[in-house]
């Protein structure tokens, strides 16, 4: 079976191999295609994935392309994790936004407009040729903003694309394991859109746990999302937020920190992997090494800004670890085995949110199997998460719109609608100061 890693010049595509290396089962993953446009990071990886596979004896083969054509050709799956405009393209969509006094992160608010502006039309173009090259391959989404790439690939793929994201695997890890329960054996009733979504429920066993969590403030304030949001506004809301929506509960603070950091998340990403790829230039170092060591770093400190705003201090050693990598894995291996299982992916609605309309990408728990994923009907969102998702779902309809038509007017509508930009004139001084930095928005008139 054949995997296509697209962006797979990536710092995290040794993680998505790591998975597979695990996987020894009839009908894995036996050959990887890597493809990335830049020669030297494919390079990079494929040396730190060659020591990964150093004694084992059906590691898949890797191979590396930097023609996208070839690299699809026979795909039986593609992962996308592609990166429009690199990390100083992240950068600059947090300086851009910081400057205005909004916030600049990747997938929310002003930054995940910008970065959503410039990578859907890229996505729409790869979701083209997936569909003339490989017509019977899944496309496997991780490229941010993950519900709205996503949304964008399958009108031209259907239900053929399927996001995925770590942040509520991770949640709902962490839920289970202050509860004492095994998460593989837990249902976690989880819904909105992507990095905008509640648990609203932990079931074991036919039981919701999730109220003796929200009675019990000791045991509500020990874990990641307790000491980030704070225990009065957990037991206020009656559910835990995904952490992504401390930047809206929390948003004049996260903007504040951020304003007040040495260096923005993404300015010190560009610096720490730009010393990573520098280093892997180098024939005599140890890549494996030089990768695990640099991914540590990366992963203390993510998110570090709102956990000092919120006084949550360092993260569990439990939580340095994704997990993306392992939803990919079971997620191909539930669609080419038939090995039936429940995951949260972001896929189309049907009829899941009655709010939305059946093409909106929402993430919520699916059923997995041949046939793909299917969504598992929830219950209706209270008020307040209503009125969040169908405003930020609006503000990626206008994305789309303007990413499809070119229209710079449609793009000043997304920026002026989202609920974490506080004036039309702000967003007006945000395409500007966006397309003189992006060469990726000329399209935009």
């Given at each position: ?104 992160q990747e997938t929310v608010g002003a930054g995940g407009i910008a970065y959503g502006l410039r990578t859907v039309p890229v ?323």
């Amino acid at each position: 079976m054949k995997l296509t890693i697209l962006g797979g010049g990536g710092f995290r595509v040794p993680l998505v191999y790591g998975a597979l290396l695990q996987d020894h089962a009839e009908g894995r993953v036996t050959h990887v295609v890597l493809h990335d446009l830049d020669a030297g990071r494919l390079s990079a990886v494929a040396r730190v994935l060659a020591e990964q596979a150093a004694g084992v004896p059906d590691a898949p083969e890797v191979s590396a392309t930097t023609d996208l054509d070839e690299a699809l050709r026979g795909a039986d799956f593609v992962f996308s994790a592609i990166r429009v405009g690199g990390l100083e393209g992240r950068a600059n969509d947090e300086r851009v936004a910081l400057a205005e006094g909004v916030l600049g992160q990747e997938t929310v608010g002003a930054g995940g407009i910008a970065y959503g502006l410039r990578t859907v039309p890229v996505a729409v173009d790869i979701a083209r040729r997936v569909a003339r090259l490989a017509p019977e391959a899944w496309v496997i989404n991780f490229t941010n903003p993950a519900g709205l790439v996503t949304e964008a690939m399958s009108r031209h793929l259907g239900d053929r694309v399927i996001g995925i994201c770590d942040s509520p695997v991770g949640l709902g890890r962490r839920i289970a394991r202050v509860l004492g329960a095994n998460p593989k054996e837990a249902w976690i009733d989880y819904v909105g859109l992507n990095h905008l979504g509640w648990v609203r429920g932990l079931h074991v066993a036919g039981r919701d746990e999730l109220p003796r969590l929200l009675g019990d403030p000791d045991l509500l304030g020990s874990f990641e999302e307790g000491k980030l949001f704070g225990v009065d506004w957990l037991r206020s809301l009656g559910a835990i937020p995904n952490e992504y929506l401390h930047y809206y509960y929390f948003n004049r603070e996260a903007v504040r920190a951020y304003q007040q950091a040495e260096k923005t998340r993404g300015a010190f990403l560009h610096d720490q992997q730009a010393r990573f790829y520098a280093e892997m230039r180098n024939p005599d170092a140890p890549a494996l090494k030089v990768w695990d060591d640099t991914r540590a770093e990366r992963e203390a400190t993510y998110m570090a800004e709102n956990r000092e705003t919120a006084g949550a201090g360092e993260r569990d050693e439990d939580d340095l670890s994704g997990g993306y990598e392992k939803v990919a894995l079971a997620l191909m291996r539930a669609i080419a085995r038939d090995e039936r299982t429940t995951l949260i992916l972001n896929v189309r609605n049907r009829r899941t949110l009655s709010v939305l309309d059946t093409d909106a990408v929402i993430e919520v728990p699916c059923h997995v199997d041949a046939n793909g994923a299917h969504p598992v009907t929830v219950e209706p969102l209270p008020d307040h998460a209503t009125g969040l998702v169908c405003a930020v779902k609006a503000v990626e309809r206008e994305v789309l719109s303007a990413a499809d038509s070119g229209s710079q007017a449609t793009a000043v509508k997304a920026f002026a609608l989202h609920p974490l930009v506080d004036s039309v004139n702000v967003a007006r001084r945000l395409v500007e100061g966006y397309t003189e930095v992006h060469p990726g928005l000329a399209y935009l008139r």
